[in-house]
Protein backbone atom coordinates (compact mmCIF):
# COMPACT_ATOMS: atom_id res chain seq x y z
CA UNK A 1 0.00 0.00 0.00
CA UNK A 2 1.34 3.80 -0.79
CA UNK A 3 2.33 5.52 2.29
CA UNK A 4 1.46 9.04 2.32
CA UNK A 5 2.85 11.68 4.94
CA UNK A 6 0.34 14.29 6.12
CA UNK A 7 2.13 16.94 7.83
CA UNK A 8 -0.14 18.83 10.62
CA UNK A 9 -2.98 16.44 10.27
CA UNK A 10 -4.11 17.31 13.94
CA UNK A 11 -4.50 21.32 13.18
CA UNK A 12 -7.82 22.58 11.90
CA UNK A 13 -6.95 21.82 7.44
CA UNK A 14 -4.99 18.74 8.21
CA UNK A 15 -7.61 17.00 10.44
CA UNK A 16 -10.61 17.58 8.18
CA UNK A 17 -8.69 15.70 5.54
CA UNK A 18 -7.50 13.22 7.17
CA UNK A 19 -11.40 12.76 8.03
CA UNK A 20 -12.47 12.88 4.46
CA UNK A 21 -9.91 10.96 2.99
CA UNK A 22 -8.67 7.66 4.97
CA UNK A 23 -11.97 5.96 4.83
CA UNK A 24 -12.01 6.42 1.31
CA UNK A 25 -8.71 6.07 -0.27
CA UNK A 26 -6.49 3.10 -0.15
CA UNK A 27 -3.54 4.72 0.98
CA UNK A 28 -1.91 4.10 4.13
CA UNK A 29 -1.59 7.84 5.52
CA UNK A 30 0.89 8.93 8.41
CA UNK A 31 -0.13 11.90 10.47
CA UNK A 32 3.22 13.61 11.75
CA UNK A 33 2.47 16.46 14.09
CA UNK A 34 4.19 18.44 16.37
CA UNK A 35 1.05 19.05 18.93
CA UNK A 36 1.22 22.50 19.50
CA UNK A 37 -1.22 24.50 20.89
CA UNK A 38 -3.11 24.17 17.54
CA UNK A 39 -2.89 20.66 17.22
CA UNK A 40 -5.32 18.27 18.80
CA UNK A 41 -6.13 14.72 18.59
CA UNK A 42 -9.47 14.64 18.97
CA UNK A 43 -9.45 16.39 16.09
CA UNK A 44 -9.10 12.97 14.49
CA UNK A 45 -12.17 10.71 13.82
CA UNK A 46 -10.02 8.21 12.15
CA UNK A 47 -7.88 7.19 14.44
CA UNK A 48 -8.77 3.42 14.17
CA UNK A 49 -8.68 2.87 10.83
CA UNK A 50 -5.76 0.39 10.04
CA UNK A 51 -4.86 2.26 6.91
CA UNK A 52 -4.08 5.28 9.79
CA UNK A 53 -0.67 6.35 11.97
CA UNK A 54 -0.03 8.94 14.38
CA UNK A 55 3.51 9.91 15.15
CA UNK A 56 3.80 13.23 17.08
CA UNK A 57 6.65 14.97 16.42
CA UNK A 58 8.95 18.23 14.68
CA UNK A 59 9.30 18.98 11.27
CA UNK A 60 12.18 20.97 12.21
CA UNK A 61 13.68 17.31 13.92
CA UNK A 62 15.67 16.14 10.83
CA UNK A 63 16.66 13.06 12.55
CA UNK A 64 13.05 11.76 13.43
CA UNK A 65 12.30 12.77 9.59
CA UNK A 66 15.23 10.36 8.14
CA UNK A 67 14.09 7.68 10.19
CA UNK A 68 10.38 7.97 9.07
CA UNK A 69 11.35 8.78 5.26
CA UNK A 70 13.29 5.26 5.78
CA UNK A 71 11.11 3.52 7.49
CA UNK A 72 7.78 4.39 5.56
CA UNK A 73 9.68 5.10 2.11
CA UNK A 74 6.63 7.81 1.78
CA UNK A 75 5.23 8.07 -2.09
CA UNK A 76 4.25 11.47 -1.16
CA UNK A 77 4.16 14.38 0.81
CA UNK A 78 0.94 16.39 2.03
CA UNK A 79 2.55 19.42 4.39
CA UNK A 80 -0.29 21.32 6.50
CA UNK A 81 2.14 21.55 9.11
CA UNK A 82 2.27 25.64 10.02
CA UNK A 83 2.16 28.19 12.67
CA UNK A 84 -1.11 29.54 11.19
CA UNK A 85 -2.64 32.34 13.27
CA UNK A 86 -1.56 35.90 11.56
CA UNK A 87 -1.86 37.77 15.10
CA UNK A 88 0.70 35.38 17.18
CA UNK A 89 2.86 36.27 13.96
CA UNK A 90 3.09 39.65 14.65
CA UNK A 91 3.98 39.08 18.86
CA UNK A 92 6.23 36.19 18.30
CA UNK A 93 7.18 35.74 14.86
CA UNK A 94 10.34 33.36 15.82
CA UNK A 95 8.17 30.08 15.72
CA UNK A 96 6.72 31.18 12.37
CA UNK A 97 10.15 31.24 10.77
CA UNK A 98 11.40 28.00 12.35
CA UNK A 99 8.37 26.04 11.70
CA UNK A 100 6.83 27.52 8.35
CA UNK A 101 10.60 28.02 6.55
CA UNK A 102 13.23 25.92 8.27
CA UNK A 103 10.65 22.89 8.59
CA UNK A 104 9.09 22.91 5.22
CA UNK A 105 12.62 22.94 3.92
CA UNK A 106 13.30 20.09 5.98
CA UNK A 107 10.68 17.75 4.45
CA UNK A 108 11.51 19.50 0.85
CA UNK A 109 15.12 18.15 1.51
CA UNK A 110 13.75 14.55 2.75
CA UNK A 111 11.36 14.32 -0.16
CA UNK A 112 14.53 14.64 -2.48
CA UNK A 113 17.01 12.58 -0.92
CA UNK A 114 14.17 9.17 -1.07
CA UNK A 115 13.13 10.52 -4.65
CA UNK A 116 16.56 10.06 -5.64
CA UNK A 117 16.43 6.69 -4.69
CA UNK A 118 13.29 5.80 -6.13
CA UNK A 119 13.85 3.92 -9.74
CA UNK A 120 10.84 6.24 -11.29
CA UNK A 121 12.95 9.56 -11.26
CA UNK A 122 14.07 9.67 -14.21
CA UNK A 123 10.55 8.45 -15.43
CA UNK A 124 9.03 12.27 -16.13
CA UNK A 125 6.36 10.76 -17.74
CA UNK A 126 4.96 8.79 -15.40
CA UNK A 127 5.95 11.16 -12.50
CA UNK A 128 3.02 12.49 -10.32
CA UNK A 129 3.79 15.22 -7.73
CA UNK A 130 5.80 13.78 -4.62
CA UNK A 131 5.20 17.20 -2.61
CA UNK A 132 1.86 19.14 -2.34
CA UNK A 133 2.61 22.32 -0.77
CA UNK A 134 -0.42 23.84 1.48
CA UNK A 135 0.22 27.52 1.32
CA UNK A 136 -2.48 31.14 1.41
CA UNK A 137 -3.41 33.52 -0.58
CA UNK A 138 -2.15 35.74 1.72
CA UNK A 139 1.30 35.49 -0.02
CA UNK A 140 0.30 38.07 -2.52
CA UNK A 141 -0.44 40.38 -0.05
CA UNK A 142 -3.58 43.27 -0.32
CA UNK A 143 -5.94 44.09 -3.09
CA UNK A 144 -8.04 47.26 -3.30
CA UNK A 145 -11.90 47.17 -3.33
CA UNK A 146 -11.79 47.23 -7.57
CA UNK A 147 -12.82 43.75 -8.14
CA UNK A 148 -9.24 42.80 -9.04
CA UNK A 149 -8.34 39.14 -7.97
CA UNK A 150 -5.33 37.28 -7.03
CA UNK A 151 -4.25 35.01 -10.00
CA UNK A 152 -1.71 32.50 -9.67
CA UNK A 153 0.97 35.09 -11.90
CA UNK A 154 0.14 38.15 -9.19
CA UNK A 155 3.30 38.74 -7.60
CA UNK A 156 4.28 37.97 -4.08
CA UNK A 157 4.42 40.79 -1.57
CA UNK A 158 3.63 39.43 2.10
CA UNK A 159 2.79 41.91 4.77
CA UNK A 160 2.94 39.76 7.62
CA UNK A 161 5.60 37.67 9.01
CA UNK A 162 2.79 34.40 9.22
CA UNK A 163 2.53 35.30 5.02
CA UNK A 164 6.41 36.18 4.94
CA UNK A 165 6.93 32.60 6.13
CA UNK A 166 4.67 31.14 4.25
CA UNK A 167 5.82 32.81 0.73
CA UNK A 168 9.32 32.36 1.70
CA UNK A 169 8.47 28.46 2.14
CA UNK A 170 6.68 28.54 -1.62
CA UNK A 171 9.95 29.62 -2.84
CA UNK A 172 11.78 27.10 -1.54
CA UNK A 173 9.43 24.57 -2.70
CA UNK A 174 9.59 25.99 -6.54
CA UNK A 175 13.38 26.17 -5.80
CA UNK A 176 13.17 22.26 -5.17
CA UNK A 177 11.37 21.79 -8.55
CA UNK A 178 13.57 24.19 -11.07
CA UNK A 179 16.43 22.94 -9.42
CA UNK A 180 16.41 19.13 -8.23
CA UNK A 181 13.62 18.29 -10.57
CA UNK A 182 11.32 17.34 -7.19
CA UNK A 183 7.85 17.07 -8.21
CA UNK A 184 6.11 19.58 -6.19
CA UNK A 185 2.52 21.28 -6.50
CA UNK A 186 1.81 24.05 -4.42
CA UNK A 187 -1.70 25.51 -3.87
CA UNK A 188 -2.81 28.49 -2.46
CA UNK A 189 -6.12 28.98 -0.62
CA UNK A 190 -8.15 31.78 0.73
CA UNK A 191 -9.66 31.58 4.16
CA UNK A 192 -11.10 28.24 5.22
CA UNK A 193 -14.16 27.99 7.53
CA UNK A 194 -15.73 24.57 9.08
CA UNK A 195 -15.39 21.94 11.92
CA UNK A 196 -12.22 22.11 14.28
CA UNK A 197 -10.83 25.24 13.56
CA UNK A 198 -9.05 26.23 16.70
CA UNK A 199 -10.79 28.84 19.10
CA UNK A 200 -8.41 31.63 18.16
CA UNK A 201 -10.22 32.04 14.62
CA UNK A 202 -12.33 34.82 13.42
CA UNK A 203 -15.35 32.72 12.93
CA UNK A 204 -15.15 30.37 16.32
CA UNK A 205 -14.25 33.38 18.10
CA UNK A 206 -17.15 35.40 16.34
CA UNK A 207 -19.69 32.09 17.72
CA UNK A 208 -18.50 31.20 21.25
CA UNK A 209 -18.52 35.20 21.89
CA UNK A 210 -22.06 35.24 21.19
CA UNK A 211 -23.26 32.30 22.97
CA UNK A 212 -21.61 33.44 25.93
CA UNK A 213 -23.07 37.03 25.48
CA UNK A 214 -19.65 38.62 25.19
CA UNK A 215 -18.87 41.33 23.05
CA UNK A 216 -17.62 40.30 19.89
CA UNK A 217 -14.48 42.06 18.63
CA UNK A 218 -14.04 42.91 15.12
CA UNK A 219 -11.10 44.84 13.85
CA UNK A 220 -11.01 48.60 12.63
CA UNK A 221 -14.38 49.22 10.93
CA UNK A 222 -15.56 45.42 9.84
CA UNK A 223 -14.56 46.74 6.04
CA UNK A 224 -11.31 44.36 5.66
CA UNK A 225 -12.39 41.72 3.37
CA UNK A 226 -12.06 37.91 2.56
CA UNK A 227 -12.62 35.05 0.70
CA UNK A 228 -14.35 32.03 2.15
CA UNK A 229 -14.16 28.84 1.24
CA UNK A 230 -15.84 25.55 3.30
CA UNK A 231 -12.49 23.00 4.51
CA UNK A 232 -13.48 20.39 2.94
CA UNK A 233 -13.82 22.02 -0.73
CA UNK A 234 -10.12 22.72 0.06
CA UNK A 235 -9.30 19.17 1.14
CA UNK A 236 -10.66 18.30 -2.17
CA UNK A 237 -8.62 20.77 -4.27
CA UNK A 238 -6.16 19.32 -2.35
CA UNK A 239 -6.82 15.92 -3.08
CA UNK A 240 -7.04 16.57 -7.54
CA UNK A 241 -3.84 18.71 -7.10
CA UNK A 242 -1.57 16.25 -5.44
CA UNK A 243 -3.00 13.44 -8.13
CA UNK A 244 -3.26 15.32 -11.58
CA UNK A 245 -1.49 18.54 -10.54
CA UNK A 246 1.41 19.41 -13.03
CA UNK A 247 4.30 19.47 -11.37
CA UNK A 248 5.82 22.43 -10.82
CA UNK A 249 3.38 24.43 -10.88
CA UNK A 250 0.93 26.31 -8.20
CA UNK A 251 -3.02 26.35 -8.05
CA UNK A 252 -4.99 29.29 -6.48
CA UNK A 253 -8.39 27.61 -4.85
CA UNK A 254 -11.10 29.88 -3.52
CA UNK A 255 -14.69 29.60 -3.70
CA UNK A 256 -15.99 32.96 -4.74
CA UNK A 257 -17.62 34.00 -1.55
CA UNK A 258 -15.89 37.72 -0.81
CA UNK A 259 -17.20 39.14 2.45
CA UNK A 260 -16.88 41.69 4.59
CA UNK A 261 -15.41 40.91 8.18
CA UNK A 262 -18.65 42.69 9.55
CA UNK A 263 -20.97 40.78 7.47
CA UNK A 264 -19.37 37.59 8.55
CA UNK A 265 -20.35 38.37 12.22
CA UNK A 266 -24.07 39.43 11.46
CA UNK A 267 -24.41 36.75 9.49
CA UNK A 268 -23.60 33.99 11.82
CA UNK A 269 -25.32 36.63 14.57
CA UNK A 270 -28.51 36.11 12.45
CA UNK A 271 -28.13 31.85 11.66
CA UNK A 272 -28.00 32.33 16.00
CA UNK A 273 -30.98 34.50 16.17
CA UNK A 274 -33.12 31.33 14.63
CA UNK A 275 -31.17 28.88 16.69
CA UNK A 276 -31.39 30.19 20.18
CA UNK A 277 -34.21 32.95 19.78
CA UNK A 278 -34.69 33.39 23.25
CA UNK A 279 -30.46 35.41 23.26
CA UNK A 280 -31.55 37.48 20.16
CA UNK A 281 -30.23 39.64 18.93
CA UNK A 282 -26.91 38.95 19.06
CA UNK A 283 -25.64 41.48 16.61
CA UNK A 284 -25.78 44.10 19.80
CA UNK A 285 -23.00 42.29 21.17
CA UNK A 286 -20.62 43.14 17.91
CA UNK A 287 -17.96 45.79 19.04
CA UNK A 288 -14.99 47.25 17.11
CA UNK A 289 -12.09 47.04 18.14
CA UNK A 290 -8.39 48.61 17.28
CA UNK A 291 -7.30 47.24 13.91
CA UNK A 292 -4.66 44.90 13.58
CA UNK A 293 -1.22 46.28 12.86
CA UNK A 294 -0.56 45.63 8.73
CA UNK A 295 -4.09 44.39 8.28
CA UNK A 296 -4.53 43.23 4.64
CA UNK A 297 -7.48 45.48 3.05
CA UNK A 298 -8.74 42.52 0.71
CA UNK A 299 -7.99 39.18 -0.58
CA UNK A 300 -10.42 37.30 -4.08
CA UNK A 301 -8.96 34.28 -5.53
CA UNK A 302 -9.15 33.65 -9.23
CA UNK A 303 -9.81 29.76 -9.14
CA UNK A 304 -10.17 29.75 -12.89
CA UNK A 305 -7.03 27.52 -13.35
CA UNK A 306 -7.62 25.04 -10.99
CA UNK A 307 -11.15 24.63 -12.38
CA UNK A 308 -10.49 24.94 -16.04
CA UNK A 309 -7.60 22.53 -15.93
CA UNK A 310 -8.10 19.71 -12.76
CA UNK A 311 -11.68 20.11 -12.92
CA UNK A 312 -12.11 21.36 -9.40
CA UNK A 313 -15.16 23.22 -7.91
CA UNK A 314 -17.02 24.13 -4.51
CA UNK A 315 -19.85 22.04 -3.59
CA UNK A 316 -20.43 24.28 -1.10
CA UNK A 317 -22.00 27.80 -0.99
CA UNK A 318 -21.18 30.15 1.61
CA UNK A 319 -24.86 30.29 2.70
CA UNK A 320 -25.14 26.39 3.05
CA UNK A 321 -21.59 26.09 4.66
CA UNK A 322 -21.55 28.77 7.26
CA UNK A 323 -25.06 27.42 9.02
CA UNK A 324 -23.21 23.88 9.26
CA UNK A 325 -20.42 25.76 11.30
CA UNK A 326 -22.19 27.15 13.29
CA UNK A 327 -24.24 24.23 14.49
CA UNK A 328 -21.18 22.47 14.81
CA UNK A 329 -19.75 24.78 17.23
CA UNK A 330 -22.94 25.42 18.97
CA UNK A 331 -22.54 21.82 19.95
CA UNK A 332 -19.08 21.77 20.28
CA UNK A 333 -19.33 25.16 22.92
CA UNK A 334 -22.46 23.18 24.47
CA UNK A 335 -20.42 20.42 25.48
CA UNK A 336 -17.47 22.48 26.46
CA UNK A 337 -18.43 25.45 27.68
CA UNK A 338 -20.11 26.26 31.01
CA UNK A 339 -23.18 28.28 29.49
P1 LIG B 1 -3.54 24.92 12.30
O1 LIG B 1 -2.79 25.96 13.04
O2 LIG B 1 -4.96 24.65 12.66
O3 LIG B 1 -2.78 23.53 12.36
C1 LIG B 1 -1.38 23.43 12.23
C2 LIG B 1 -0.94 22.06 12.69
O4 LIG B 1 0.47 21.96 12.49
C3 LIG B 1 -1.20 21.80 14.18
O5 LIG B 1 -1.77 20.52 14.37
C4 LIG B 1 0.18 21.90 14.81
O6 LIG B 1 0.32 21.07 15.97
C5 LIG B 1 1.06 21.42 13.66
N1 LIG B 1 2.44 21.94 13.77
C6 LIG B 1 2.83 23.22 14.02
N2 LIG B 1 4.16 23.30 14.06
C7 LIG B 1 4.64 22.05 13.82
C8 LIG B 1 5.95 21.50 13.71
N3 LIG B 1 7.06 22.24 13.89
N4 LIG B 1 6.07 20.17 13.44
C9 LIG B 1 4.96 19.39 13.27
N5 LIG B 1 3.71 19.86 13.38
C10 LIG B 1 3.55 21.18 13.64
O7 LIG B 1 -3.43 25.35 10.76
P2 LIG B 1 -4.49 25.15 9.57
O8 LIG B 1 -5.43 26.30 9.59
O9 LIG B 1 -5.01 23.77 9.58
O10 LIG B 1 -3.54 25.36 8.30
C11 LIG B 1 -2.88 24.24 7.71
C12 LIG B 1 -2.08 24.74 6.52
O11 LIG B 1 -2.94 25.38 5.58
C13 LIG B 1 -1.03 25.78 6.91
O12 LIG B 1 0.13 25.53 6.16
C14 LIG B 1 -1.65 27.11 6.50
O13 LIG B 1 -0.67 28.04 6.16
C15 LIG B 1 -2.46 26.67 5.29
N6 LIG B 1 -3.64 27.50 4.99
C16 LIG B 1 -4.56 27.76 5.98
C17 LIG B 1 -5.70 28.49 5.66
C18 LIG B 1 -6.76 28.77 6.69
O14 LIG B 1 -7.70 29.53 6.42
N7 LIG B 1 -6.71 28.16 7.87
C19 LIG B 1 -5.90 28.98 4.36
C20 LIG B 1 -4.93 28.68 3.38
C21 LIG B 1 -3.82 27.94 3.71
Redesign the pocket.
Known amino acids: MTTILV??G?????SNFLNLWVPKQKYHFVN?????Y??DLNNIKVSNYDNYTFVE????DTSLLETLFKKYKFEKVIH??????VDNSISNPDAFIR?NIT?TFNLLHHSYLLWMESPFNFRKEFEKARFLH???DEVYGTLENDGSLFTEDTPYAPNSPYSAS?ASSDMIARSYFHTYGLPVVTTN????YGPH??DEKLIPTIIRKAIQKQPIPIYGDGKNIRDWLYVDDHCKGIDIAVKEGKLGETYNIGGKNERENIYIATKICEILDELKPQNKPHKDLIEYVTDRPGHDFRYAIDASKIENELGWGADETFESGIKKTVQWYLEKYNQTLNL
Do not use: P, R, Y
Not at 10 to 14: H, K, N, T
Not at 32 to 36: H, I
Not at 57 to 60: A, H, Q, T, V
Open positions: TGAGFIGLDKLTAGGDICFAAESHTGVSTKCSNNQH
